[in-house]
């Protein structure tokens, strides 16, 4: 049976448009004021830039009112403008407005309105047109409501409400804000090993806060441990000792994502894969901290080689490498991948991720062959060591995958977040896992 078998006589499917994207904050359509179309943001497949279009529900037809990535459109009371999120970049996000004509053809170009460059969401009108209330925060971290006026020259405002609000409407009198509270939560956890698909022991919770603790890896030495964390409000790059105690923070983004910080192989530097300035790309910085250095523009998951003198990464859906002293990167893969790339000890073949598989390729070049069938929870959820791979499959499971006979072992079954590191020692396994991910439906009475 099709699932529109399951909908009754009286309702309709006209069309459907669908859009491959991970942005949970947003809303994708608004409908017109009389009813009779959609705006909808669509595009980015088929050659067909991105953005806002009209879309007719009498005849299918489609209008483009913006270009580049378009979120949250949200029609002004009387329909005479439209607001809606700008996303050149990862949790860069910016608000915008345009004039409309009766035809619903903007008049002029869009104004923006703010300059925040923050995950900036769900704008919602006020009645009488002359605001707008808005979510906005720093990547995957705190969140606050805003408000702005509908015409440029001001700066927004934060509410004094609304603390890690998200998704909000603002009632038709005005009277009333109802808004999501959502609070996100992840540690980092190790795991003993009494071999190498034998645990000694259950998990244990090693680095905490209230917030997300992610992407942990060791130091080449073992001594210590680089991670993400968003407990000082955004997030950031932290390192702790091996056993999670005295956590420093490394890097003071405030705001622009800063992730996956791996050690270079003589511990000395990290990469990370960042959008600082509003442009996604790899940068270096000092392992005690200090000003972040870009070496390439790229879509991420960093990795060195094991010599420290090339970093691998993804741009455009391919594998590439740069000098990690900077120059020309140079293209690896043809085939598709999106970095994740580890030398194997033997300086024989270079492993990564395509499409969540593992794959791998002579170092110097030649025909890629996938190496496990099953697939991953997340592009950087696994391991390299000597003699395999250490993996989380996406139904959460923990494994093993043996180089000399491809015999895959589950280990453990764990509620995984992004990141997975093998101790240098073989002896322990740093993983973060989610701790809570709740919603909550706030309502504010007497709004103003």
Not at 136 to 165: C, F, I, K, N, Y
Request: one cysteine or more; glycine letters at 10%; proline letters at 6%.
């Amino acid at each position: 049976m099709t699932a529109t078998a399951c909908i009754p006589k009286r309702y309709a499917i006209r069309f459907a448009i669908t859009r491959k994207v991970g942005l949970g904050l947003h809303s994708f359509l608004a409908w017109t004021r009389d009813g009779k179309g959609l705006v909808v943001s669509h595009g980015g497949s088929d050659n067909e830039e991105e953005g806002l279009f009209l879309l007719s529900l009498d005849n299918g037809e489609k209008r483009r009112l913006t270009s580049g990535l378009s979120l949250s459109p949200a029609f002004s009371p009387d329909g005479s403008r439209l607001a809606y999120v700008r996303s050149p970049g990862m949790s860069v996000d910016d608000l915008y407005v345009m004039n409309l004509s009766r035809e619903i053809v903007p008049q002029g170009e869009p104004m923006q309105l703010t300059f925040m460059k923050e995950a900036l969401a769900s704008p919602s009108w006020t009645p009488d047109g002359r605001e707008i209330i808005f979510s906005s925060g720093t990547h995957m971290a705190q969140r606050s409501l805003w408000r702005v006026a509908a015409s440029p020259g001001s700066s927004p405002l934060r509410e004094p409400l609304g603390e890690d609000g998200t998704t909000l409407a603002v009632s038709h009198d005005g009277r009333r804000l109802a808004y999501s509270r959502r609070v996100l939560d992840s540690d980092i956890w190790g795991i003993k090993l009494r071999s190498r698909t034998e645990l000694s022991g259950p998990p244990a919770k090693l680095i905490s806060s209230t917030r997300i603790d992610s992407n942990p890896q060791f130091s080449p030495d073992g001594k210590r441990i680089v991670f993400n964390s968003h407990r000082s409000g955004a997030q950031e790059v932290w390192v702790a000792n091996a056993d999670g105690t005295n956590p420093l923070q490394l890097s003071f983004a405030g705001g622009p994502m800063v992730a996956i910080p791996r050690w270079s192989p003589d511990g000395q530097t990290l990469v990370i894969h960042d959008l600082l300035g509003g442009v996604r790309g790899i940068d270096l910085i000092s392992a005690n901290g200090g000003a972040f250095r870009r070496v390439a523009q790229g879509e991420g998951n960093p990795t060195w080689s094991r010599d420290g003198k090339w970093i691998y990464f993804g741009r455009e859906g391919q594998l590439w490498k740069v000098p990690s002293s900077g120059g020309a990167a140079v293209q690896v893969t043809k085939d598709g991948a999106n970095g994740s790339a580890f030398e194997s000890a033997d300086g024989k073949f270079l492993y990564y991720v395509k499409e969540l598989r593992i794959w791998r390729m002579p170092l110097t070049g030649g025909q890629e062959r996938q190496v496990v069938s099953e697939p991953l929870s997340f592009e950087m959820n696994l391991a390299l060591v000597e003699d395999g791979l250490y993996l989380i499959t996406s139904p959460g499971i923990l494994c093993f995958f043996d180089f000399a006979t491809s015999r895959l072992t589950p280990l453990i079954t764990i509620h995984w977040f992004f990141g997975l590191a093998v101790s240098p020692d073989r002896r322990t396994i740093l993983y973060s896992q989610w701790e809570q991910a709740n919603g909550s439906l706030m309502l504010v009475e007497n709004f103003r």
